[in-house]
């Protein structure tokens, strides 16, 4: 027995992305976003997509591409603030978006991951992320139902990975990356560096590859991953 | 282990396809990867924490700090992982484990297992059992097909507490190859030297036979 | 930074213990650290997922894959741990959060506090200010007394939509400190050259005024 | 700025559990069992314990001990088959038992590290664990209401410490140690060896030492501890 290989091209990995598709999106700021995936995204032109994701990116990079092109339905999101292109598009109506207190939607990613069905939490009672949601009472509290999150698809960026899929990710471009490489039916995964199998410690891995579909190793580091100059 | 048993294991281990996510049950299943080729390309889960387990080590050159969900002692290989017990029954619950071998005290003809509990017997509580049994993709029993009595395994309902309703695809015993198809069981292979008779006196419910030669194994 | 922000953030800077975990707000709330002293024991803590955050650096020197959740580049210290999003706003939620210091929009003198939306005019989304300020141990509010307009952001009744209700325990503003207690504003201590009259002019409810000395800051 | 120290000695940390209290302690089998904590529990001889562990480890050895000695009302666990004085403790009646599937156990004790109320899940519906829990319908189908699980105390064993808590564990000696570790008021660690902050890179901390209360250093590692010869 040996364990299964995983690697893929960046094309074939994204084509198998059907128009409609849910799609979580590792990152939090720059650190953690599959730039490249996303790009290739863009590129193939995918339409009607669901987004989830912690934030937009910034004007210009990430998945503000497919916002601006017009390929995303509805956006899953913890805040908007360093996109302005995003806030307008939510403002003029074009692009549907439901936010939701950062942990929770980490929860949320991470129940589906784990095959749960939902949490209970009390995180929003009071304020208006609570409007329209399921309550159940608990030892005598309200605690709203905030459902499981699975999706059709997550793209996630790692520092490193061996051929299974097994992952290690740098600093804080961890973020939400091993909760969504939990969470979806196909997760591809684009790796700053592959290394073969054994490279990566049994104790050194923050996401078992048995999570893992597609392993993409990148050949450059483009300017996108780097320092932002505000 | 009897001849019959052995060919058994050896069959069951063809459940394998590559690339499979797999949890093979304490005692018998755990035997079937002894027939797959040294590349074959899977990878096999430990409740306890671990993808990728390794060959079984002697307490000489064991880890104490390695061992499978069953207590034996194991080792690694290339690309192994370890993983917290949410994690590894987050693997369990999602969908990513298409395949468990588990033994069974009863299997009923609509799929229904119980393999925990035996009232006022043994009631040593389900560890990992029950969500292999409700969430794995595909659930196959791996079992002598009588108890040690004689009395039948495969009935047409449980007597015992459940441990799954309606999830059990496949048997692999001594005796046969039973699928549970949606009209019960129904016979694939025989083991070498056992009549449909044999069979139908050994088991608990109707099983169908196949009009057609009957593969032996 | 106007001489009385700069005594407001020293002076919130006791608000830290010895020994706590503490989240600090983007903005103002990130420079109390510079008035502690350099072997002070505490653990800062950064939503996007680590404990222990260091010095920040400028760009020449910074880590790509380090930043904190205003997007700073920062460093680490010696015992930093890095952790995902679940990890993190679970410190949160569970209580392991001693103190967090936040910003304002409005807080009022139940203890609501509105800091993440401005209908028609502000509203990118919460991020992880609900959690920081429905579950941290202590909330701590800094702000400026006034808005930009000049007026009170401290207020009777919150007229934002909340992020918290009930759970803010201080404010620390360029004016004062005022406690938020069961009868509503408490004054605990005047910024220099601040009379009573000034704060009672720049406060949208009333004010509790000690019948002793008002220390100053 | 320094992180805490949270060392202690033994004694005195497990001399704050007091009698009554909900008890986590860690290990799947002997890995990842704090035998030192729990052979100085039963020297202090706190009563009336409530105990969550996996398994009730074996005769003679771990939570057995505290078994034994009549120091344990409760015990929350996912099976006993290795340990015939707990199965005779609680057959007898002397012991009451709570089974729990093993991974929804660990998904309690996480919900309670994650300050959740509870989490929905369809495990166990159709079989006796189901009986007498509350249900929650969701899209239609039903789900258990399974509670989080906080404790007052949890033991927890590592293989590496700082003296702040952050923690890294050794091969399967992890299983529920890091859950736990995230889900008691007072979080008690001991540790096969303490290094210097600044010794466990930030990546590799399994345990943040921000959920930490005590660390102790294990002097020795006893034979329980070691290869079980069956």
Redesign the interface.
């Known amino acids: 027995m040996k364990l299964p290989d995983k690697t893929l091209n960046i094309p074939d990995a994204i084509a198998a992305i059907p128009d409609g598709a849910t799609v979580l999106v590792g990152g939090f700021g720059v650190p953690g976003t599959p730039f490249t995936l996303l790009n290739e995204l863009a590129r193939q032109g995918q339409r009607d997509l669901v987004l989830v994701k912690n934030d937009a990116n910034e004007a210009g990079m990430g998945i503000d591409h497919l916002i601006g092109n017009g390929q995303v339905r509805k956006l899953i999101v913890t805040h908007l603030g360093l996109n302005a292109n995003a806030i307008a598009a939510m403002n003029s109506g074009a692009l549907e978006v439901e936010f939701c207190a950062q942990g929770i939607l980490a929860e949320r990613i991470r129940a589906g991951g784990a095959g749960l069905g939902a949490i209970l939490t009390d995180i929003g009672i009071d304020t208006e992320l609570a409007n329209g949601k399921q309550l159940v009472e608990m030892n005598g509290s309200a605690m709203l139902v905030e459902p499981a999150l699975r999706a059709d698809v997550a793209l996630i960026h790692a520092a490193i990975a061996d051929p299974f899929g097994n992952l290690g990710y740098a600093a804080t471009a961890r973020n939400f990356n091993p909760l969504m490489a939990m969470a979806a039916t196909r997760v591809i995964v684009e790796a700053e560096a592959l290394v073969p199998l054994g490279g990566l410690a049994p104790e050194a891995v923050e996401t078992t590859g048995a999570f893992v579909d597609h392993v993409v190793e990148l050949t450059e580091i483009s300017q996108e991953y780097g320092i932002v100059r505000r | 282990m009897s001849d019959a048993r052995s060919r058994m294991v050896a069959r069951a281990a063809q459940e394998i396809a590559?690339?499979m996510?797999v949890n093979l049950g304490i005692g018998l299943p755990t035997q079937v990867?002894n027939h797959?080729p040294?590349?074959?390309?899977?990878?096999?889960?430990?409740?306890?924490?671990?993808?990728?387990i390794g060959a079984m080590l002697p307490?000489d050159k064991?880890?104490?700090?390695?061992?499978?969900?069953g207590?034996a002692?194991v080792s690694?290989?290339?690309?192994?992982?370890?993983?917290?017990?949410?994690?590894?029954?987050?693997?369990?619950?999602?969908?990513?484990l298409d395949l468990t071998l588990l033994g069974a005290f009863e299997v009923a003809c609509n799929g229904d297992l119980a393999n925990w509990?035996i009232p006022g017997k043994f009631?040593?509580?389900?560890?990992?059992a029950?969500?292999l049994a409700?969430?794995a993709r595909r659930v196959v029993v791996m079992t002598t097909h009588c108890d040690r009595k004689g009395n039948p395994k495969l009935l047409d309902a449980c007597t015992l507490?459940?441990?799954?309703?309606g999830r059990v695809a496949r048997i692999y015993t001594d005796m046969a190859v039973v699928d549970v198809t949606p009209d019960g069981f129904a016979l694939r292979e025989l083991a070498i030297g056992i009549s449909v008779a044999d069979l139908r006196a050994a088991t608990g419910a109707p099983v169908t036979i196949p009009h057609s030669d009957i593969p032996t194994f």
Do not use: M
């Open positions: 590559p690339g996510v990867v797959l040294a590349d074959f390309p899977v990878c096999l889960h430990s409740e306890n924490g671990l993808t990728g307490y064991a880890d104490r700090n390695l061992i499978d969900a207590g002692y690694t290989v290339p690309g192994s992982a370890f993983f917290d017990s949410a994690v590894s029954f987050a693997l369990v619950r999602s969908g990513r509990k009631s040593p509580g389900a560890g990992g029950i969500e409700q969430k507490p459940l441990t799954a309703r």
